[in-house]
């Protein structure tokens, strides 16, 4: 294992930042990347956040998009608990264009510094890929694979093997159709800083169904950081979700790619 005790402060100033503008775009996921929702805050107690994003344009092209994001979090040694809320609604032309939510939420216990237990709940919808509701119960454990923090270089690699109940209300016609099943959940995320002017981070679920492995589900998402300045940074994402059984006329797939800046102070 590679470990530092020292930590990689400018990253963590700007963190909060970076994580309220992707708290704001989850709603593009039809999954939900629960590693992007942790944060290293200051020290414990309770803490929280809380954002809207706002676009409008009328005329010739009427667009409207809203979204709403916040989240609380409980840190007292050996526990970690948050709690994470997404809303998004998008019309363009006065027609539908996007309308999704989720509420997550995990408690995270510290049994050693490479290994944590973690129980999580969520419930979400999305109308655009005919689910109208869903229901994860679940628990697992991380493991820390490497580890080295420095000024100069930051290297994290952590992975999750976990299980989930699922339960899902499908849209679909003549009537709604109910699926339930379990599935296991497992992940891989890696984060790499090298100085303090650039840093990536990539993370990838793949989520069989234990009664049938065919029925699996990948999330894969990485995001970038270039910093321009001590209080300017560029940020970039690209999110790939595959699901090999999607509900009828829905495609497997969808990726997202966006941008944007991050202003200190």
């Known amino acids: 294992m590679m470990r530092s005790s020292q930590r990689f ?27 992007s929702m942790r944060r290293e805050w200051g ?15 009328q005329g010739n092209s009427p ?31 006065g027609a539908l264009k996007q309308h999704d939510g989720f509420l ?49 270089f930051l290297l994290t690699v952590h992975c999750g093997i976990g299980a989930m109940y699922e339960r899902e209300l499908l849209d679909l016609q003549p009537t709604d159709e109910r699926q339930r099943l379990i599935r296991s959940t497992n992940y891989l995320t890696v984060a790499w800083r090298v100085r303090k002017t650039f840093s990536v981070t990539t993370t990838t679920y793949y989520q069989p169904a234990f009664s049938s492995p065919r029925d699996f589900r990948v999330l894969s998402n990485l995001t970038g950081t270039f910093s321009i300045s001590d209080l300017l940074n560029f940020n970039v994402a690209l999110n ?26």
Not at 22 to 32: I, R
Not at 240 to 265: A, E
């Open 9 to 35: 402060r400018s990253w963590k100033s700007v963190a909060p930042a970076v994580g309220m503008m992707l708290l704001l775009s989850h709603g593009l996921w039809a999954q939900v990347n629960a590693e």
């Open 43 to 57: 020290g414990e107690g309770v803490h929280g956040q809380a954002g809207v994003n706002l676009a409008l344009q």
């Open 63 to 93: 667009y409207l998009r809203l979204g709403l994001g916040a989240r609380i979090d409980y840190l007292a040694n050996p526990f970690y608990t948050f709690l994470v809320a997404n809303w998004q609604r998008r019309t363009d032309a």
């Open 104 to 152: 997550h939420g995990r408690v995270v216990y510290t049994a050693t510094p490479t290994v944590k237990a973690e129980g999580f709940a969520q419930k979400e919808f999305n109308d655009f890929i005919k689910l109208k509701d869903r229901n994860l119960l679940g628990a697992g454990v991380r493991l820390t694979l490497a580890e080295t923090n420095t000024d100069s």
């Open 240 to 265: 790939y979700r595959y699901d090999h059984q999607p509900p009828p006329t829905v495609k497997p797939y969808d990726l997202t790619i966006s941008n944007g800046v991050t202003v200190g102070f």
